[in-house]
């Protein structure tokens, strides 16, 4: 598989302005994706962030396992992280958003009203793309303020909007300049935190099927009816002949079902997945 690199200009320029607007904040709120938690955090952040407190939302929990977001939950919080998981697209996802940025601004509120103070409290929003950032800014709000696509890198401006007691500033989804973790970067390009454009989508097909057979094989049985997980391009083949993705003269129509795997997967259709597992990251620093 060819290594995978993604890195629009638009994104420099974005992690100055968002390093340029931390001082004005309280806080950040850190979207992720929960089916690949680890490889939604860009640790470029950390020097963007600086000593803020931040909220990590472990997004798209609708989609995911719930038994290993769970474990995720408890690890952000065994270091001292808040953390809470959510789905951005869910209305009654809102109250516990508010509820953890309440509670974060909680010592700032009360110092504030004790002086007769009444304030704003502001957040940046921040990830990177197609995490749901945009769509929790407008669940948060109540209304289509900002803006939201499937396609990742839909927002290019950083831009503040007011949430009712809040101020969030909405930023571009930002990729680390380089993937050092190719296993890492896969996970991205499974989830469509990646341009497709710029991918070769049947070995991200091929790479996603590998991963499938080995964490959630009895999905694939259910969904493809693969039972031998021997080798990708066999499995490849059984979900062609599956789905009728057969061209003339029989060859299989590769393309097709790269996309349907893709599709199926990023929709939730195979099944609720978690690409990663908390355990495996007790070494892991910011």
């Not at 850190?30 to 909220?55: H, Q, T, W, Y």
């Not at 951005?88 to 504030?112: C, F, G, H, M, Y």
Request: net charge positive; hydrophobic share 35%.
């Amino acid at each position: 598989m060819k290594t995978i690199q993604w890195f629009p200009g638009h994104m420099t320029k974005a992690m100055r302005d968002m390093e340029a607007k931390r001082d004005l904040c309280d806080g950040i709120v850190c979207i992720l994706d929960a089916r690949a938690p680890m490889a939604s955090i860009n640790k470029n952040f950390k020097k963007i962030f600086g000593e803020k407190p931040v909220l990590y939302v472990l997004n798209k929990a609708d989609l995911a396992d719930s038994t290993k977001v769970d474990g995720f939950m408890k690890w952000f919080e065994s270091k001292g992280k808040y953390c809470v998981k959510c789905n951005s697209t869910n209305p009654s996802s809102k109250r516990v958003l508010l509820q953890k940025l309440s509670d974060i601004t909680k010592e700032k509120r009360e110092r504030a009203q004790a002086k007769g103070i009444t304030r704003t409290f502001r957040f940046m929003v921040a990830g990177i793309p197609n995490t749901g950032k945009s769509t929790m800014v407008n669940l948060i709000s109540g209304q289509k303020r900002a803006k939201t696509g499937d396609k990742a890198g839909v927002t290019r401006d950083v831009r503040w909007l007011r949430c009712g007691e809040f101020d969030l500033l909405d930023t571009p989804g930002t990729m680390p300049p380089s993937f050092d973790d190719q296993y890492h970067a896969k996970h991205l390009a499974f989830i469509g935190s990646i341009n497709d454009d710029i991918l070769d989508m049947d070995d991200i097909a091929l790479e996603l099927l590998g991963e499938l057979a080995e964490k959630y094989p009895q999905m694939l049985t259910e969904r493809y009816g693969i039972t031998d997980y021997s080798e990708k391009l066999g499995m490849y083949e059984t979900l062609c002949k599956r789905r009728g993705f057969i061209l003339r003269g029989g060859e299989f129509d590769y393309e097709r079902g790269a996309k349907a795997l893709i599709d199926d997967f990023r929709k939730g259709r195979i099944g609720k997945i978690c690409l990663e597992t908390a355990s495996d990251y007790a070494d892991f620093t910011w």
